[in-house]
């Protein structure tokens, strides 16, 4: 049930029982599906937790994380260090212990009084239609391929769920005679996505967005979209549970052009994709080739996944790119892909640079 702390909304809060009190503990829900990265997170629980603080002084923050692997949670603990509530984050079903709080929360001698409790008004659209709302929202505009890709959907099927949606007047689309060219989200669809994220109405979540917003429209961002879609096509034993274009992240000066994540040969793996580079010279492209992939290394070596690096370009990008990739570990494979034959990557090898751009 949601429940309401100032001008603040929660999924819903709970007094945990710990041997020396209670908790006043409000909870926050996060589907990892839900086309938003775990990074993008912080900024909006930085100002919930700011007001929810002001209002309620004992309070403390429990985000339950809905999904498959551990990689998410953890990157979402660690975007949250410096939260100023206390916080835990577990997969979903999972009760917090003391320790898993990132400080002592504030305890109480009996169960403190519940937050009013907030009537739902769940969205009037599918499952799969507000998944489709979610990733506009993100996207602020794109095709109908990019929708599905960024929604884990199919192209049919998501053709069919824009058409509804746009009758419900909830989307809308750019149209060139009898073909729609750009979907975008209208703003009692945009509402019905940031409320499904958890957003209070009134606060802001611009961090929601991707990042260089002003490439929107060009084929090197349609490509990056493209990644979830074209990871299933190529490998269709992976499991491809979501995938992000342009991502921000905490700490790093590089920003990947996309972002999957998912399993691959048994293995909880995040896939970084980066695409062309033909505008630099050879030396150039080695050296942010490998400072790209360091980056990329650092991500999935704090949580413990593997890491599969993609660039997808011309021929003579990828061999300069290959003089950065050099000394792979056993949890790293790089791959080099054509950008012009969507849906095929060579059969992945870990430890190696693998190549299908000559076939």
């Known amino acids: 049930m949601t429940v ?3 001008r603040m909304t929660f999924s819903d ?5 710990f041997e020396d009190g209670w908790t006043d503990t409000f909870i926050f829900r996060i589907d990892t ?8 997170y912080a900024p909006l629980l930085n100002r919930m937790a700011a007001h929810t603080l002001s209002k309620r002084s004992s309070a403390s923050l429990w985000v339950q994380v809905e999904g498959p692997g551990e990689w998410f949670a953890a990157e979402l603990r660690r975007s949250l260090r410096g939260l100023r509530l206390p916080f835990a984050v577990t997969c979903a079903g999972a009760d917090p212990a003391y320790l898993d709080f990132s400080r002592a929360p504030a305890l109480l001698y009996s169960r403190s009084q519940p937050p009013p409790v907030v009537a739902d008004r769940p969205p009037s659209v599918s499952h799969a239609e507000l998944r489709c709302l979610q990733a506009l929202a ?3 505009a794109g095709d109908g391929s990019e929708v599905a890709s960024l929604a884990g959907l199919s192209d049919e099927v998501t053709e069919g769920l824009l058409r509804n949606l746009e009758q419900k007047k909830w989307v809308e689309c750019t149209s060139n005679e009898d073909r729609c060219l750009v979907w ?6 945009l509402s019905a996505a940031l409320r499904s994220w958890g957003v209070p109405t009134g606060v802001e979540f611009t961090a929601r967005e991707e990042e260089n917003l002003q490439d929107v429209g060009s084929g090197h961002r349609r490509l990056a979209r493209l990644w979830p879609a074209w990871l299933k096509s190529a490998w269709p034993r992976a499991e491809v549970w979501a995938g992000w274009s342009e991502v921000g992240l905490p700490g790093a000066s590089v920003i990947p052009d996309a972002l999957a994540w998912g399993r691959i040969q ?6 970084w994709l980066e695409v062309g580079d033909g505008h630099k010279s050879r030396a150039e492209i080695t050296q942010v080739t490998r400072k790209r992939l360091e980056q990329a290394r650092k991500l999935c070596a704090r949580s413990g996944v593997r890491l599969v690096y993609t660039q997808l370009s011309t021929p003579w990008v990828h061999e300069s790119a290959r003089w950065a990739c050099v000394q792979l570990a056993d949890e790293v494979a790089v791959v080099l892909g054509n950008w012009r034959r969507f849906g095929e990557l060579p059969v992945l090898e870990w430890g190696r ?4 751009i000559l076939n």
């Not at 975008?184 to 669809?189: E, L, Q, T, V």
């Not at 640079?353 to 299908?356: R, T």
């Open 184 to 189: 975008h989200a209208r703003s009692k669809g």
């Open 353 to 356: 640079v693998i190549s299908n």
């Open 13 to 17: 809060w709970v007094s945990l029982p």
């Open 266 to 271: 048994g293995y909880e793996t995040l896939f």
């Open 4 to 6: 309401r702390i100032g």
């Open 33 to 40: 599906r839900a086309c938003i990265p775990p990074f993008d």
């Open 138 to 140: 993100r996207m602020r």
